[in-house]
């Protein structure tokens, strides 16, 4: 059922054991919104785990009590019993084994157009908010609690890395704002920036290796990196390599394919002005007009086939 964000909050107020859960494969803006929403549900004097079924890639490891984030696969317990799980950033189909693991009703808290509310209590969909520590940003208003620096760092690691540092088509009058009062709470915007465009010596080696795939298809319209197996074992993150692709002239869409384990791949794909959330959503995947992503559980060399099938019917 699709509720307002008063309802969000009262959900949230009238329950005392709270899971919170964001995304696999954790961005910013999972890890913010999770955590943010960890440090506001203690100041309300709850009892909250965050569970999060992946790595947490290590630029996110200056963020207040991120060591509280606990790995589902590590934990004795067959079933948790909770009154609340909170699913962010995501619908219910990319959080892993907490969905099994956790015996609780679902509130939804996300801001993808693409989320159905499927297998959800209770879904709270704001697509306009630029990331969901934006829509967390929000829901304090609706809490009987304050901003503090540690709710303000998370929220603004999250804001910023969803709206690339506020560059990108997201970054509303609203987001900027909310970044304005997150500094007032004692955010350094410097210091953020730094930690997460943070690189090992060995990511960036395995990035020179990464950009020798690029290629090009539909006259340059489209650019593709191929990280296949081999090349996957050199990285551990590939955060912001599409990035890199995105800003060549005449490139519409960018995307990259990675090996993420025998027959199953990952796309992630950006867009100047094709709508490539539709392109994810024909292969199962979701996401945004301008970023979107999806799952291809084949062989790499065909999954490769497939995406640029894809991508192509959707220049037609
Ligand atoms: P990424 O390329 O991983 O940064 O993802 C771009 C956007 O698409 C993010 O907002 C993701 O949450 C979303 N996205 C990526 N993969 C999927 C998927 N398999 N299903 C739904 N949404 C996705
Ligand atoms: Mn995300
Ligand atoms: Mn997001």
Not at 5 to 28: F, R, Y
């Amino acid at each position: 059922m699709k509720i307002e964000i008063e309802e969000a909050a009262k959900k949230l107020q009238s329950a005392n054991n709270i899971v919170v859960t964001a995304h696999i494969n954790p961005d910013g803006d999972a890890i913010g919104s999770s955590l943010a929403l960890m440090h506001i549900l203690h100041e309300m004097n709850k009892n909250v785990r965050v569970f999060i079924d992946d790595v947490i890639p290590p630029n996110f490891l200056i963020l207040p009590q991120i060591n509280e984030i606990e790995h589902p696969v590590e934990l004795t317990e067959k079933e948790i019993s909770a009154d609340l799980l909170v699913v962010l950033d995501t619908q219910t189909d990319r959080i892993g084994r907490t969905l099994n693991l956790v015996k609780a009703p679902i509130l939804n808290i996300d801001h993808h157009v693409t989320n159905e509310g499927n297998n959800v209590d209770w879904l709270y969909l704001n697509a306009e908010a630029a990331a969901t520590c934006e829509i967390i940003f929000d829901l304090i208003k609706f809490l009987p609690i304050n901003l503090t620096e540690n709710i303000a760092h998370c929220l603004y690691a999250g804001l910023a890395t969803d709206t690339g540092f506020f560059n990108y088509a997201n970054t509303k009058p609203s987001t900027l704002r909310a970044a304005a009062v997150l500094i007032e709470a004692g955010v350094k915007p410097n210091v953020i920036a730094e930690e997460m465009e943070r690189k090992s010596l060995a990511d960036f080696k395995g990035l020179c290796e990464v950009l020798k795939t690029v290629e090009f298809f539909y006259d340059g319209k489209v650019a593709g990196l191929f990280i296949n197996e081999a090349i996957a074992h050199l990285v551990d993150s590939t955060e912001g390599f599409i990035d890199l692709i995105r800003v060549i002239d005449g490139v519409e869409i960018a995307f990259m394919l990675t090996c993420k384990d025998k027959n199953l791949n990952r796309v992630s794909m950006r867009s100047r002005t094709v709508d490539v959330s539709k392109i994810a959503r024909s292969l199962g995947g979701g996401g945004h007009i301008r970023a979107a992503g999806c799952s291809i559980n084949t062989s790499f060399d065909e999954a490769k086939k497939i995406i640029i099938e894809a991508i192509g019917k959707s220049l037609k």
